[in-house]
T-cell receptor, first 113, second 114 residues
Framework: GENVEQHPSTLSVQEGDSAVIKCTYSDSASNYFPWYKQELGKRPQLIIDIRSNVGEKKDQRIAVTLNKTAKHFSLHITETQPEDSAVYFCAASTDTGRRALTFGSGTRLQVQP | EAGVAQSPRYKIIEKRQSVAFWCNPISGHATLYWYQQILGQGPKLLIQFQNNGVVDDSQLPKDRFSAERLKGVDSTLKIQPAKLEDSAVYLC????????????FGPGTRLTVT
């Protein structure tokens, strides 16, 4: 089955700096890659997603890049703010057969004011 | 639109007891998922329903866990008997179809087994 690895497990940045979180996946059939943000005690919330027919997607301060050949994708947050502090999860799925998400292990991002 | 509803929000039981969780997905969402999230880890799929049929239950510990989705709407997840390692947050999610559509998560049920 699919396996998603995520790095780093913790990331501390100064407010205003950029943050990058990287994930690799194993199943070449995966074609949907969402990123979720989870604040302490809250539900995971989708912040951005990308499908395999595009290489990059941006939404204000957040961007995701996908390299299908290398089977890795990354989340980029620019101009970080204290409210960006949370755990971020990457995930992968296919649109055939089993379609549920396989999640990475999470990255705890701490933005220091 | 109303979000995914789950109850109870918290549950504390002793090992070997049984427990049940309830989920009401977003109206019109055909696909429903139950995930288990152990502290410090990403959610792991337990079971996926498409309408009232099971699509994937390969990671469901069937000797103690069961789930159903009668009439293709609400779903219940049951654990009997519970073990200490079942302590986790149980998240229900739904999506419009089984394809690559956004999954909306409920608030979760935090289970503590003592």
């Amino acid at each position: 089955g699919e396996n998603v690895e995520q790095h780093p497990s913790t990331l501390s940045v100064q407010e205003g700096d950029s943050a990058v979180i990287k994930c690799t996946y194993s199943d070449s059939a995966s074609n949907y890659f969402p990123w979720y943000k989870q604040e302490l005690g809250k539900r995971p919330q989708l912040i951005i997603d990308i499908r395999s027919n595009v290489g990059e997607k941006k939404d204000q301060r957040i961007a995701v890049t996908l390299n299908k050949t290398a089977k890795h994708f990354s989340l980029h947050i620019t101009e970080t703010q204290p409210e960006d502090s949370a755990v971020y999860f990457c995930a992968a799925s296919t649109d055939t057969g089993r379609r549920a998400l396989t999640f990475g292990s999470g990255t705890r991002l701490q933005v220091q004011p | 639109e109303a979000g995914v509803a789950q109850s109870p929000r918290y549950k504390i039981i002793e090992k070997r007891q049984s427990v049940a969780f309830w989920c009401n997905p977003i109206s019109g969402h055909a696909t429903l998922y139950w995930y288990q999230q152990i502290l410090g880890q990403g959610p792991k799929l337990l079971i996926q329903f498409q309408n009232n049929g099971v699509v994937d239950d390969s990671q469901l510990p069937k000797d103690r866990f069961s789930a159903e989705r009668l009439k293709g709407v609400d779903s219940t997840l049951k654990i009997q008997p519970a073990k200490l390692e079942d302590s986790a947050v149980y998240l229900c999610a739904s999506s419009r179809a089984g394809g690559n559509y956004e999954q909306y998560f409920g608030p979760g049920t935090r289970l503590t087994v003592t």
